[in-house]
T-cell receptor, first 115, second 117 residues
Framework: DTGVSQNPRHKITKRGQNVTFRCDPISEHNRLYWYRQTLGQGPEFLTYFQNEAQLEKSRLLSDRFSAERPKGSFSTLEIQRTEQGDSAMYLC?????????????FGQGTRLTVV | KQEVTQIPAALSVPEGENLVLNCSFTDSAIYNLQWFRQDPGKGLTSLLLIQSSQREQTSGRLNASLDKSSGRSTLYIAASQPGDSATYLCAVRLVGPGGTSYGKLTFGQGTILTVHP
């Protein structure tokens, strides 16, 4: 499978615990994005990497959230001290701006439930 | 701030009907626009991408048009089938410095489509 891969697919955690999600982009894609989607809403942008550099962060990304992309390959999104409001689908996408043609490809998402 | 609106929020049609989903955006300085499909509890599947210089794109029974000056895009689905039932999302990517694209997409809230036999 050469698509975007996200793990785990589902995560249930108790409030106050830390969680970490992983995203493996399409291998030749240098851009990687994280989005969050709550029920009945469209995805909202969280952060963006070009290679290993984090170039943009949304105000939605509070100080409890941190994302990394070491060596410009896979990325991790960590949420510390989870709150019930963090319950959502976390989506990862990747792209490669070939010839100015930028199309994003999404993974299947990680569904987080904070109880 | 770019805002994207999709109308209608939900649509229920009988199988075989042709239908149109609408997307409007407030900032016309877009780099491109992408239509996605999302099945319940799943990720997003890219359907069509329209560059800002294009007027439309077609893939099978799907046709997407773009009128950048009026801030509108439509997704036309011909001869709808029950398997088309899903949420359809429109997303725009803004032009950045030097005419390149920003990384992020701004999404609408989606149109929930139900096609019944």
């Amino acid at each position: 499978d050469t698509g975007v891969s996200q793990n785990p697919r589902h995560k249930i955690t108790k409030r106050g615990q830390n969680v970490t999600f992983r995203c493996d982009p399409i291998s030749e894609h240098n851009r990687l994005y994280w989005y969050r989607q709550t029920l009945g809403q469209g995805p909202e942008f969280l952060t963006y990497f070009q290679n290993e550099a984090q170039l943009e962060k949304s105000r939605l990304l509070s100080d409890r959230f941190s994302a990394e992309r070491p060596k410009g390959s896979f990325s991790t999104l960590e949420i510390q001290r989870t709150e019930q409001g963090d319950s959502a689908m976390y989506l990862c996408a990747s792209s490669f701006p070939f010839g100015g043609y930028t199309e994003a490809f999404f993974g299947q998402g990680t569904r987080l439930t904070v109880v | 701030k770019q805002e994207v609106t999709q109308i209608p929020a939900a649509l229920s049609v009988p199988e075989g009907e042709n239908l149109v989903l609408n997307c409007s955006f407030t900032d016309s300085a877009i780099y491109n626009l992408q239509w996605f499909r999302q099945d319940p509890g799943k990720g997003l599947t890219s359907l069509l991408l329209i560059q800002s210089s294009q007027r439309e794109q077609t893939s099978g029974r799907l046709n997407a048009s773009l009128d950048k000056s009026s801030g509108r895009s439509t997704l036309y689905i011909a001869a709808s089938q029950p398997g088309d039932s899903a949420t359809y999302l429109c997303a725009v990517r803004l032009v950045g410095p030097g005419g390149t694209s920003y990384g992020k997409l701004t999404f609408g809230q989606g149109t929930i489509l139900t096609v019944h036999p």
